[in-house]
DNA sequence: TTATATTTTCAGAAATTATTGAAAATAAAA
DNA sequence: TTTTATTTTCAATAATTTCTGAAAATATAA
């Protein structure tokens, strides 16, 4: 396959997989694309590869260096600011999850706290509480074991999945 | 904290967080709602506590079914469809695991396959074939996880995330 | 200071996704 | 069979999200 061919492959994948997952098209693709160029890339760099306008890529890069994922690199002597993204991908799933976990799965466990106040006795309230009890104990666990992760160092990853896979 | 308001927070929470990971809101909101209640309930049971019209509850309703969270109940002698859906939050984190595994990480395992294939030796290409290769490999590891989790019983979980966790 | 390069913003346009509602299809009952 | 209940489909519409492009803001150089 040429290079062209599976750059572009790999960088439409990221794209979709992102837009499966909650997060916009362009913001994957451009990730995608600094994720396979080892140099930083300045925005009209982006705009070119991936056919997007210049406000499309800052809007997107500023939301991937809200995620954290996407740093400004500037070059001394250089008016331009480049960008590009850490290469470790166990270090990107790290940040992922801590951003998700902050993001979503903060939020929730709010709600799931707040609404196990209900009040009665109901057959109906107590499967209620049953149910979303559940649910927070099981959210509880998961994030948990997600906080371990995320301060957790290369080696105690892999040998969690070894664990696991025995 | 009134059960209405209780039971409302709970559906909009679910319908959002839903949203966060590209689940349709009212697919969430509609989940949501099965959980709560221990009946199995109509098309028009749905329709009226939602406030959504017959053909976004029937549409719903069907991908719900599509990913094997909720099944339909047929009563002896109605003619009407009840629908229900599995309490076990454990046994639902599995299905959910399962399909996503199916439709997301497939399909992407498959492409980052594919582009390992590309040609030539220029560090440009060595790099793109480093990058996508730890993908590759993260992805398998998390792939074997999730499959094993998904295999697994309820006591196998709880141990791991004991191990995970000291 | 003024000129020039670069980034950011944001209103409007385009694209995508979700929702409605009524007609068509299906299935059970009479 | 016909009638009635129920589900499904789908074209039209609405809502939401994404994208554009040009103007405004900012920053650097002259």
Chains 1, 2 share one sequence.
Do not use: C
């Amino acid at each position: 396959m040429q290079y062209d061919k599976a750059k572009d492959q790999f960088i439409q994948a990221w794209g979709t997989l992102g837009s499966a997952w909650g997060i916009n098209k362009a913001m994957g693709q451009i990730h995608a694309l600094l994720l396979i160029t080892e140099e930083a890339l300045t925005t009209e760099d982006i705009m070119e590869e991936l056919k997007i306008s210049r406000g499309n890529a800052n809007m997107n890069l500023r939301s991937l260096m809200d995620w954290g994922i996407v740093q400004k690199v500037l070059k001394p002597g250089e008016r331009k600011e480049y960008f590009t993204t850490g290469k470790d991908i166990l270090e990107l799933a790290r940040q992922v999850s801590r951003e998700r976990r902050r993001r979503e799965i903060e939020p929730v466990m709010r709600v799931l706290n707040e609404v196990q106040e209900v009040e009665g006795n109901t057959p109906q309230v107590e499967h209620f509480k049953k149910v979303t009890g559940d649910l927070s104990g099981f959210t509880k666990q998961v994030d948990g074991a997600l906080d371990k992760f995320i301060r957790s160092d290369k080696n105690w990853f892999f040998q969690v999945l070894m664990k696991l896979m025995r």
